[in-house]
């Protein structure tokens, strides 16, 4: 554990002030990523118990408890969807600040060797950590939304049938 530790802090040496916002912005995305998907699981089965029983009395008019369910789906993902957005911007202002680095080395007239690979690496691994954190996050917010639109969707038909007094 604590190489591990010992490995990020170098790591982060290396991309500079960035990865910091980068690596926060990447956890707190993954972890309402996989809360939403595991609170998402844990609905499902409760949707195929309405399908199979019908909608128990305990949750109110059906309208109420349609739009209660359908808001608590769709809570989190707008959050998720700009962080998703966010991480590669991020990752775009540490390729910047990495090659600012670069062009201060140049102007000094040193063209100092460590100096420029210093900021161009910056510039690249810091790009690297905001698609790594991005595209998954936004992979995951697709799949995500089209689960909470598919839960309304059944839901839907679960309270048209509670309605007409039949089973779906």
Same mark, same amino acid.
Request: net charge positive; glycine share 12%; hydrophobic share 50%.
């Given at each position: 554990?604590? $190489?591990?530790?010992?490995?990020?802090?170098?790591?982060?040496?290396? @991309?500079?002030?960035i990865?910091?916002?980068?690596?926060?912005?990447? /956890?707190?995305?993954?972890?309402?990523?996989?809360?939403k998907w595991?609170?998402?699981? +844990? !609905?499902?089965?409760?949707l195929?118990h &309405?399908e +199979?029983e019908?909608?128990?009395?305990?949750l109110?008019?059906?309208k109420l408890?349609?739009?209660?369910? /359908?808001? %608590? &789906?769709? !809570?989190?993902?707008?959050t998720? $969807?700009?962080?998703?957005?966010l991480?590669?911007?991020l990752?775009?202002?540490?390729? /910047? %600040?990495?090659?600012?680095? @670069?062009?201060?080395?140049?102007g000094?007239? +040193?063209?100092?060797?460590? *100096?420029?690979?210093?900021?161009?690496? !910056?510039?690249? @691994? +810091?790009?690297?950590?905001? #698609?790594f954190?991005?595209?998954? %996050? #936004?992979?995951?917010? =697709?799949? #995500?939304? =089209?689960? *909470?639109?598919?839960?309304? $969707?059944?839901?839907?038909?679960i309270?048209?049938?509670? #309605? !007409?007094? %039949? =089973?779906?």
């Open positions: 554990m604590l $190489h591990f530790l010992g490995s990020m802090i170098a790591f982060l040496k290396q @991309v500079g002030w990865g910091f916002p980068i690596l926060g912005t990447i /956890v707190a995305a993954w972890s309402l990523l996989i809360y595991l609170f998402l699981k +844990s !609905e499902a089965k409760k195929a &309405w +199979s019908g909608l128990p009395q305990a109110g008019p059906i408890c349609y739009a209660d369910r /359908v808001q %608590t &789906w769709q !809570e989190g993902l707008s998720l $969807h700009t962080l998703g957005s991480l590669p911007m990752g775009l202002l540490g390729t /910047v %600040t990495g090659i600012i680095t @670069v062009f201060n080395a140049l000094y007239g +040193s063209a100092d060797p460590q *100096a420029i690979a210093k900021g161009i690496g !910056e510039a690249l @691994v +810091s790009t690297q950590m905001g #698609l954190g991005a595209i998954p %996050t #936004l992979f995951g917010y =697709n799949a #995500l939304c =089209n689960k *909470a639109d598919h839960f309304a $969707h059944r839901l839907k038909r309270c048209a049938a509670a #309605l !007409e007094g %039949t =089973n779906v």
